[in-house]
Structures are given as structure tokens and as C-alpha cells.
């Protein structure tokens, strides 16, 4: 049947998977380092995937496609409390809600999946987090999160080019202050140089306070 759905510019689509995390029937996937349109019958045709995209990458056509299966779609939502992708469905307006509350006001969160120019950006206050931190203290998201856009990576195992996009970041958006929060682990001693640096390099003056974490689950004095 000839239908509206979906179209992915691939020349444009940088591979971030925001789209994908936004595809309430789980119709997209990540592959090859391109969002893809994989299942005909999952997309609704509505677009909740166009405009979360950074890159303006997603727009509508029409053509010859599955009919929407909205059967199948409430039938794999049923069955787990993930998209059909594995990512978390940040546009379930439960989650949203949640989320706005105490955890979550942006997807995604990884150093080296987040774009550039992501809208969120915008006159953030930013927390950047080395990724064990909110296992090793219970109340990372209640102290930490609020109010606040949010990246985490780990200086010792991410490749550098995740941590190299910070002073890109710094340089295209306003950001407004920066907490870093950190373990007391010697892996984690070269965060605030790498975030300092990058703020230096970007030329722009952004304040920045630290929080250590320790091992059992503390904040340092």
C-alpha cells in the first residue's frame, strides 16, 4: 500500500541513536554506523523520531510499504519494559515524567554517543560524571541530576576522541556551569585536567566545581 513513513538521510545521519531511543514501535535500528528504517510495519508514520533528530537527517515520504501492525508493536511493548531496540523509550510519557522529576531530562547520556550540537545544550548547567559513580553513590540522581543536562564517560577505558568532542561542546553551546563528579580511584585522577583543559581550549569561561566520590559510597570531604 502506498502510505506516509519515514525517510533517513544517511548522507547527513551521524549514527547518535536518538532516533532510535524516540521510535516508540521500535522501527529503527543502528547499523553500520547509520539509523535505519527496518521494519515497515512498526513505523506509524506520525515522526516522533524527526524532530529529535540533531541532524535534521529524518524527513516524510510516500511509497509502497507495509501497513502499520499495531498489533504486533503493543505486543512486543507488552512483553519487555524496553523498546524493541533495547534502548529506553524516552518518549513514553511516563518516563518523561519520571524522568523530569528526579532522573533523566535527556537521551543520550554516553560521552561518546552524544552529538555536538544536541539541542539540550542549550544554557545547560552540566554535570559530567565518570559512569561509576551513580552505582557507588545511592543518591547520584536525587543530589547530582536535577535540573541538570548530564554526560558520563570514564577517562581510563573510553577512547580519547570521546573526551575530545568537550572542548567542541564548550566551543558551539552556551553551558552555563559544569559539575564533575568523580570516584577517588586513581583511574579517575585525569577527569578534571581533561574537562579544565577543554574548557580552556574552547575560549570560553565556563565555572566548574568537583565532587568526589568514594569507594564506600560517600561524598569526600
Request: with cysteine; proline share 5%; glycine share 6%.
Amino acid at each position: 500500500m502506498i502510505r506516509k513513513i519515514i525517510r533517513i538521510d544517511e548522507l547527513k545521519c551521524n549514527g547518535c541513536g536518538i532516533c532510535v531511543n524516540a521510535c516508540y514501535e521500535g522501527a529503527l535500528a543502528i547499523i553500520n554506523g547509520k539509523a535505519k528504517l527496518v521494519r515497515d510495519e512498526y513505523c506509524d508514520g506520525m515522526g516522533n523520531c524527526l524532530p529529535v533528530c540533531p541532524q535534521s537527517a529524518i524527513s516524510f515520504e510516500e511509497r509502497e510499504a507495509a501497513k502499520y501492525d499495531e498489533i504486533s508493536v503493543l505486543s512486543r511493548k507488552k512483553n519487555t519494559d524496553k523498546s524493541p531496540t533495547g534502548s529506553f523509550i524516552i518518549n513514553d510519557p511516563e518516563f518523561v515524567k519520571f524522568g523530569k522529576k528526579d532522573i533523566l531530562e535527556q537521551w543520550p547520556i554516553q560521552m561518546r554517543l552524544v552529538p555536538v550540537n544536541a539541542s539540550f545544550f542549550k544554557d545547560a548547567d552540566l554535570v559530567i560524571a565518570a559512569d561509576c559513580t551513580a552505582f557507588a553513590y545511592k543518591d547520584f540522581h536525587k543530589d547530582f541530576t536535577k535540573g541538570k543536562k548530564m554526560l558520563i564517560g570514564c577517562p581510563k577505558l573510553d577512547p580519547p576522541e570521546s573526551f575530545y568532542k568537550l572542548k567542541e561542546i564548550f566551543s558551539v553551546n552556551d553551558i552555563r556551569s559544569i559539575t564533575i563528579v568523580k570516584m577517588e580511584v586513581p583511574c579517575c585522577g585525569g577527569l578534571v585536567r581533561i574537562i579544565s583543559e577543554a574548557i580552556a581550549d574552547s575560549g570560553k569561561n565556563i565555572t566548574f566545581e568537583t565532587v568526589t566520590i568514594t569507594i564506600d559510597g560517600r561524598i569526600a570531604e
